[in-house]
């Protein structure tokens, strides 16, 4: 029998304070617990406020990868809905484009689903079945917002790690300045049960006044991710279920009918933003405490992730020796600007793009949407920079 380590001799185990528990902070202090340090994780919000959002989530490979490595994947796709199907339209110049899983990077052998959707209360409840059952995971729900630099530098963990949201305490008591752009768009969002949609089809239909998505949920039900001006969002936010549904209707893909709504409209702001920098001291910032975007493509939770997955790989090196503790900040800012600006711009600029009535960008989109619809080449360099992130594009889907 090995005789146990003196005290003094005991390997050390790195600790982190993790605050904000939603699906960024929970992966976040998932990943480093199974990179073998003690983690405490704190929100305000009690478990049942952290399930109740009724919003929807599209999730592309590199988020697979990351859940395939950490072994969570096969809880959480088990509350996932796979879709076979993009199909891409811009109204504006009359063309159409569809992806399917042969546009993967990788997928001739073993196809692969484009990517999937999943509901934010089921994806939450794996997420905190998972928090409770790890042993080097503290979970504190309920706990107070930081409100000070001094509650920040107070902290006894060797990092801290910020995942509280846009509107981040953390952030904002350590003076990380951020570059913002409200849009003049708003995001308004329902759940809707169709008749005549392909229920592993999801759409994005690029309309002048904003992009409208479609994400299949499963049982004929679909989230609808509908960019607009301002006014026009909260005019819809106050009809009537039947009004509501009337004005839908003309929206929809041709073929596709409306049944029912099957929850109340919600408007929300649409906003760029960038922190200025992503560490200071001991405390880094992940997910929207770091950055947000527009919602086309579906990109804002798959980004965030992408923050993790960093993290994840230099926490294990912290771990092996092979990395200086101290160096972690640096190390995960300079990892994660390149990701962050293409992905905000290459948003910002489809935004720019499609939703205006500019004839003079008619043609130049006209012959982008054709050429993508002739050439599967293009098409896989697209969805491969939309699925992985426009810095590893040609990364083969996992099998």
Not at 13 to 41: D, H
Not at 88 to 116: I, K, Q
Not at 191 to 217: D, I, K, N
């Amino acid at each position: 029998m090995t005789p146990s380590l003196p005290l003094s001799q005991t390997p050390r185990r790195f600790t982190a304070l993790v605050r904000g528990a939603g699906p960024t902070g929970a992966l976040a202090a998932l990943a480093l617990a199974k990179a073998g340090w003690n983690v405490t994780l704190v929100d305000p919000s009690e478990r049942s406020q952290l399930l109740e959002r009724t919003r929807a989530y599209a999730l592309t490979h590199s988020s697979r990868r990351l859940l395939r490595h950490l072994h969570l994947w096969d809880p959480v796709e088990a509350v996932l809905e796979p879709f076979e199907r993009l199909e891409l339209e811009d109204l504006g110049a009359r063309r159409h484009c569809g992806f399917h899983p042969g546009d993967l990077w990788g997928t001739a052998a073993a196809p692969s689903p484009v990517g999937w959707i999943g509901q934010h209360g089921p994806l939450m409840g794996v997420l905190l079945a998972q928090l409770e059952a790890h042993p080097a995971i503290d979970l504190r729900l309920g706990d107070p917002p930081v409100a000070s630099p001094v509650q920040v530098e107070a902290v006894e963990a060797d990092w801290i790690i910020a995942a509280e949201g846009a509107h981040s305490p953390t952030r904002e008591a350590l003076g990380i300045g951020v570059w913002r752009h409200l849009y003049q768009q708003r995001c308004l969002t329902a759940q809707v049960r169709l008749r005549g949609a392909p229920s592993h089809t999801a759409w994005e239909r690029l309309r002048p006044e904003g992009p409208f998505a479609l994400l299949p949920m499963g049982d004929g039900r679909f989230q609808v991710v509908w960019s607009a001006p301002a006014w026009r969002c909260h005019q819809l936010e106050r009809l009537s279920p039947a009004a509501f549904l009337d004005a839908l209707a003309p929206v929809l893909p041709p073929g596709v009918d409306v049944d029912h709504l099957e929850d109340d409209p919600r408007v929300f702001p649409v906003g760029l933003l960038l922190a200025r920098r992503l560490h200071r001291g001991r405390a880094l910032l992940v997910g929207e405490s770091a950055h947000r975007c527009h919602p086309v493509g579906g990109q804002g939770l798959n980004l965030c992730w992408r923050d993790v997955e960093l993290l994840h790989r230099l926490a294990q090196r912290v771990e092996a020796g092979r990395l200086p503790i101290h160096q972690l900040g640096g190390r995960y800012a300079r990892g994660r600007w390149a990701d962050l600006c293409l992905t905000l711009l290459i948003t910002d600029g489809l935004v720019r793009l499609f939703s205006n009535r500019q004839p003079l960008l008619v043609p130049m989109r006209k012959l982008a949407i054709s050429q993508l619809d002739r050439m599967p080449f293009l098409r896989r360099c697209l969805l491969g920079v939309m699925t992985n992130g426009p810095c590893q594009p040609f990364a083969a889907a996992p099998t």
